[in-house]
């Protein structure tokens, strides 16, 4: 699949994900890969108006990392350790 496409936010943070929605997210292996080198890069990423559920989030974060549920977290959401 095409590389993600950025776009930056500040002079020294953060950067707005133009090209994924809620599909790509899940289906393009190549993202998580992508997202974690451009937080490393920017620090923070804004995706605009991608309306996933919890489930959807927790699938792609199973992606970047390993979850790890903290005492008093969500029962399907937690920390991410890579």
Do not use: W
């Amino acid at each position: 699949m095409p590389e993600m496409v950025t776009k930056k936010l500040g002079t020294y943070i953060g950067a707005e994900v133009l090209d994924v929605d809620r599909d790509r997210l899940l289906a393009d292996d190549d993202v998580p890969q992508a997202c974690l080198e451009a937080l490393e890069e920017h620090s923070v990423l804004l995706l605009r108006e991608l309306n996933i559920d919890d489930e959807t989030q927790a699938a792609f974060c199973r992606k970047l990392g390993k979850l790890v549920r903290r005492a008093g977290g969500h029962a399907r959401l937690g920390t991410i350790r890579g």
